[in-house]
Every structure is written in structure tokens, then in C-alpha cells.
């Protein structure tokens, strides 16, 4: 859920290695009103920088059959809230493609997880927030919340997106938010924490 990996120069002006690094700066997001309906399709790094351009993005939040909830940091390269905590994958659809498709793919590229994992995948909730990240850019976001619970909690992550894992009990994070401020979580997953517990 964010311009990942990306630098603050523009694309065109990026050496090659730095172009083949900062892959996601090529990628385009969709730029959505208030209410989420489209308006265009932009540049995913324009997206995230100055005062920002409010796009589509999702959170998902992944479960285990005794309702604990795992936690994913982001790898130290994200561009912004690296090193932070997420619950638990975070991005943004491509143009065309479902907020379901989107976590699927997510599950699959970040984490290793398979449908055959899950079959309560669904959209809880949508909110739109506006966080800027000091000296790299900014969210500016319609999110989507889905949910799912896992019935295998196999995972493989891909050290490119994940720097750590952590199952926690969701009720006692909620209740507790001292005990876990070393963590520091991602600004939307707590608004989508805070929203469900509403």
C-alpha cells in the first residue's frame, strides 16, 4: 500500500540499476473520488509524492483459527513505513482487477499463500485516509479491508516484502496498543483496527 521500492526521482531520470530496484516506480495505480469510482489511471511514484493523488488500495487482514492475527513488517527497502508493522499484506489493485483478485495475488507474492488455504475471503470495510511519511511521500488512499482466516498457516515469504512475521492475539493488540508501540503499525491498518472494533 504503498509506492514500494520506489525512489524520489522520477522514473525517466533513474539510472538502470536503480530503474531495475525501484521496479514499482514503473507501475500505475487508479486515481478514484471519494466515493472510489475511477477517474484515471497514474503513475504509481506520482501517486505517493508532493501532496499526493488519491488512489485505490487495500489492506488485508489474515487470521488463524483462534483469532489471532499476523502481523507482516515491511521490508527494509519499502520506500515508505519501512520497518513498520502491517496486519498483514498491503497494496493496491491494478487497473481492472478486483480487490479480491488483488489479495490473492498479494497472499501469493508476499507470503506464499495459496487459496487452497482460505475460503472466507471477503470486503469488510472501506475508508479513506490521507498520512504523509516525513521527507518521502505520502498516502492518499480509498482502502478497502478484507478479511480472511487461514486454515493452513504454512507461509513462505519473500524477503523482498517481508522483514518479519508475527501471529498476535487481535482483541489484546486492540485493547493493549502500549504493550505493542515498539512494533510502530502502519497508519492504515490501525484506522482499519480501530474501525473494526467501532
Do not use: M
Given at each position: 500500500m504503498s509506492a514500494d521500492n520506489a525512489t524520489n526521482t522520477s522514473a525517466s531520470s533513474?539510472?538502470?540499476?536503480?530503474?531495475?530496484?525501484?521496479?514499482?516506480?514503473?507501475?500505475?495505480?487508479?486515481?478514484?473520488?471519494?466515493?472510489?469510482?475511477?477517474?484515471?489511471?497514474?503513475?504509481?511514484?506520482?501517486?505517493?509524492?508532493?501532496?499526493?493523488?488519491?488512489?485505490?488500495?487495500?489492506?488485508?487482514?489474515?487470521?488463524?483459527?483462534?483469532?489471532?492475527?499476523?502481523?507482516?513488517?515491511?521490508?527494509?527497502?519499502?520506500?515508505?513505513?519501512?520497518?513498520?508493522?502491517?496486519?498483514?499484506?498491503?497494496?493496491?489493485?491494478?487497473?481492472?482487477?478486483?480487490?479480491?483478485?488483488?489479495?490473492?495475488?498479494?497472499?501469493?507474492?508476499?507470503?506464499g499463500i495459496s487459496p487452497d488455504q482460505y475460503d472466507d475471503l471477503q470486503q469488510t470495510d472501506k475508508f479513506e485516509y490521507k498520512r504523509y511519511y516525513p521527507q518521502e511521500g505520502v498516502e492518499h488512499e480509498v482502502c478497502a479491508v478484507l478479511k480472511l482466516t487461514l486454515t493452513d498457516t504454512s507461509l513462505n515469504p519473500v524477503e523482498e516484502e517481508v522483514g518479519g512475521l508475527m501471529w498476535v492475539p487481535y482483541e489484546r493488540l486492540y485493547e493493549n496498543p502500549r504493550w505493542y508501540r515498539q512494533l510502530r503499525l502502519c497508519p492504515w491498518f490501525e484506522i482499519a483496527m480501530r474501525r473494526d472494533f467501532e
Open positions: 533513474a539510472s538502470d540499476d536503480t530503474d531495475e530496484v525501484h521496479k514499482n516506480a514503473r507501475k500505475s495505480v487508479v486515481a478514484v473520488d471519494a466515493d472510489d469510482n475511477d477517474l484515471e489511471i497514474v503513475n504509481r511514484l506520482e501517486a505517493h509524492t508532493g501532496d499526493g493523488i488519491r488512489h485505490r488500495a487495500f489492506t488485508a487482514l489474515i487470521f488463524d483459527e483462534d483469532d489471532n492475527i499476523l502481523l507482516a513488517q515491511r521490508a527494509p527497502t519499502k520506500r515508505l513505513w519501512d520497518t513498520y508493522w502491517d496486519g498483514t499484506v498491503a497494496s493496491h489493485p491494478n487497473p481492472g482487477q478486483s480487490q479480491e483478485e488483488a489479495t490473492r495475488q498479494r497472499l501469493e507474492d508476499e507470503l
